[in-house]
């Protein structure tokens, strides 16, 4: 089975800090995603990863940076954490090829408090 | 461009009762699909997708879902309502033609079971 992991499920941060999410994924797959999740908002994207060091924005980059150093490792950043940073993240992987459709493969997801 | 449209943000059923959640898209070609399910504070987990071939497919759980390209429609039925099946909903689309393949997520439904 794919196994996406998120380093912690539940944060909470102060105003202005740095803030870390590690995702790790088992199965080689070359895509990689953070979404934050909102209620009445859905799933909206942060941003994404093709291969190793490569990122590319998403739909709401603003206020977070993306590391990609090895292939099983997507890191979000929060630079300053602000309270309009608080929600639920998710981290998903997943593979476009003749046997995998592209579908994500979802860890528990880390819910950040910023006071 | 690709979007995914979930009617209605909330489905009440009783238990026992057929449960049918509506998911339409819109895409230049046709799209992969997918269901996925979100218990509370939790990742979201695959239900069942649709690539090509039969468009009637079947998931985990009792569920299924037909893809009706004339409606652009992949609504997701099950006949028989359980408890347990009380959680939020998400259809998602990827549309993989061009080399483009990131899932696109509609906001949600969802889903109460009463006794």
């Known amino acids: 089975d794919v196994k996406v992991t998120q380093s912690s499920r539940y944060l909470v941060k102060r105003t202005g800090e740095k803030v870390f999410l590690e995702c790790v994924q088992d199965?080689?797959?070359?895509?990689m995603f953070w979404y934050r999740q909102d209620p009445g908002l859905g799933l909206r994207l942060i941003y994404f990863?093709?291969?190793?060091?490569?990122?590319e924005k998403g739909d709401i980059p603003e206020g977070y940076s993306v590391s990609r150093e090895k292939k099983e490792r997507f890191s979000l950043i929060l630079e300053s954490a602000s309270t309009n940073q608080t929600s639920m993240y998710l981290c998903?992987?997943?593979?476009?090829?003749?046997?995998?459709?592209?579908?994500?493969?979802f860890g528990e997801g880390s819910r950040l408090t910023v006071l | 461009a690709q979007s995914v449209t979930q009617l209605g943000s909330h489905v009440s059923v009783s238990e026992g009762a057929l449960v049918l959640l509506r998911c339409n898209y819109s895409?230049?070609?046709?799209?992969?699909l997918f269901w996925y399910v979100q218990y509370p504070n939790q990742g979201l987990q695959l239900l069942l997708k649709?690539?090509?071939?039969?468009?009637l497919v079947k998931g985990i759980n009792g569920f299924e879902a037909e893809f009706k390209k004339s409606e652009t429609s992949f609504h997701l039925k099950k006949p028989s309502a359980h408890m347990s099946d009380a959680a939020e909903y998400f259809c998602?689309?990827?549309?993989?033609?061009?080399?483009?393949?990131?899932?696109?997520f509609g906001r949600g439904t969802s889903l109460i079971v009463h006794p």
């Open positions: 998903a992987s997943s593979s476009i090829s003749d046997r995998e459709s592209g579908e994500l493969f």
């Open positions: 199965m080689d797959h070359e895509n």
């Open positions: 990863s093709y291969d190793v060091k490569m990122k």
């Open positions: 895409s230049s070609v046709p799209p992969y």
């Open positions: 649709y690539t090509t071939g039969a468009t």
């Open positions: 998602a689309v990827i549309l993989v033609s061009g080399g483009s393949y990131i899932p696109t």
